[in-house]
C-alpha cells in the first residue's frame, strides 16, 4: 500500500509542476508587433489620419511610444500616442496632415512580463500611389471610434485561458483520482 500512496503524491506533484509551468508561460512570452497601419513599406495616396500598431498581447505605453518622423527627422505625428480604450494591445498616434515623403515610425512598449520591446518601420506618402491603398491595409480600428468592445485577454472564441488551464486541471486530477480508486 506505501508504493501506492506514493504514486498518488508522485502524480500530484507532476500535476502540480505542469500546472505552475502553464501558469507561468504567458508572462514568459514578450509583446510581438503582429500589425500595422500603414503597413510596413506601403506607400499611400493620402497621408493617413492615424498610424496603429496591434500586437499579440495587452501592453503598457510611456514616455512618447510611438513617434512618426519624416526624412529629415522631423516628429509629424500629433504627439498624442496612447492605447486604444476598445483593445489594450492596440497603440495608435494621430497623424498631421503632411505632403508626399517618406515617414519612419519608431515604437516602444512595454511586454505584459515588463520587458521593453521597440521597433522601427517605414512608409510613404506618395501623390502619384493611385490603387496602392491596397498594399497600405485597413485601418485596425476605425477612426472614428468604434463602440464595439473588443474584449481583451480573451482568446479567440471567447474562453480565457484560465478556463482551458482550469480545464485541464479538473481533468488531469480526475484522471489522477480515477487511476487510484482503480488500484485499489
Same mark, same amino acid.
Given at each position: 500500500?506505501?508504493?501506492?500512496?506514493?504514486?498518488?503524491?508522485?502524480?500530484?506533484?507532476v500535476?502540480?509542476?505542469?500546472?505552475?509551468?502553464?501558469?507561468?508561460?504567458?508572462?514568459?512570452?514578450?509583446?510581438?508587433?503582429?500589425? /500595422? %497601419?500603414?503597413?510596413?513599406?506601403?506607400?499611400? #495616396?493620402?497621408?493617413? @489620419?492615424?498610424?496603429?500598431?496591434?500586437?499579440? !498581447? $495587452? *501592453?503598457?505605453?510611456?514616455?512618447?511610444?510611438?513617434?512618426?518622423?519624416?526624412?529629415?527627422?522631423?516628429?509629424?505625428?500629433?504627439?498624442?500616442?496612447?492605447?486604444?480604450?476598445n483593445?489594450?494591445?492596440?497603440?495608435?498616434?494621430?497623424?498631421?496632415?503632411?505632403?508626399?515623403?517618406s515617414?519612419?515610425?519608431?515604437?516602444?512598449?512595454?511586454?505584459?512580463?515588463a520587458?521593453?520591446?521597440?521597433? /522601427? %518601420?517605414?512608409?510613404?506618402?506618395?501623390?502619384? #500611389?493611385?490603387?496602392? @491603398?491596397?498594399d497600405?491595409?485597413?485601418?485596425? !480600428? $476605425? *477612426?472614428?471610434?468604434?463602440?464595439?468592445?473588443?474584449?481583451?485577454?480573451?482568446?479567440?472564441?471567447?474562453?480565457?485561458?484560465?478556463?482551458?488551464?482550469?480545464?485541464?486541471?479538473?481533468?488531469?486530477?480526475?484522471?489522477?483520482?480515477?487511476?487510484?480508486?482503480?488500484?485499489?
Open positions: 500500500m506505501p508504493l501506492g500512496r506514493f504514486s498518488y503524491l508522485a502524480a500530484l506533484l500535476l502540480s509542476a505542469i500546472w505552475l509551468l502553464l501558469l507561468c508561460a504567458p508572462a514568459l512570452a514578450h509583446a510581438r508587433l503582429l500589425e /500595422t %497601419y500603414p503597413a510596413e513599406e506601403a506607400a499611400l #495616396a493620402e497621408p493617413p @489620419e492615424q498610424v496603429q500598431l496591434r500586437f499579440n !498581447e $495587452p *501592453i503598457e505605453a510611456a514616455f512618447s511610444p510611438l513617434k512618426v518622423s519624416d526624412q529629415q527627422g522631423n516628429r509629424v505625428d500629433e504627439d498624442n500616442a496612447r492605447i486604444s480604450s483593445d489594450a494591445r492596440l497603440l495608435m498616434v494621430d497623424f498631421k496632415e503632411h505632403p508626399k515623403g515617414y519612419t515610425v519608431e515604437w516602444r512598449v512595454t511586454s505584459a512580463d520587458h521593453p520591446v521597440n521597433g /522601427t %518601420y517605414s512608409f510613404a506618402v506618395d501623390g502619384s #500611389a493611385v490603387g496602392s @491603398e491596397e497600405a491595409g485597413e485601418p485596425i !480600428e $476605425p *477612426i472614428e471610434r468604434s463602440t464595439k468592445k473588443e474584449e481583451g485577454g480573451f482568446l479567440e472564441g471567447g474562453i480565457t485561458q484560465t478556463a482551458i488551464l482550469s480545464a485541464l486541471l479538473i481533468g488531469a486530477l480526475a484522471v489522477a483520482g480515477f487511476v487510484v480508486l482503480r488500484r485499489r
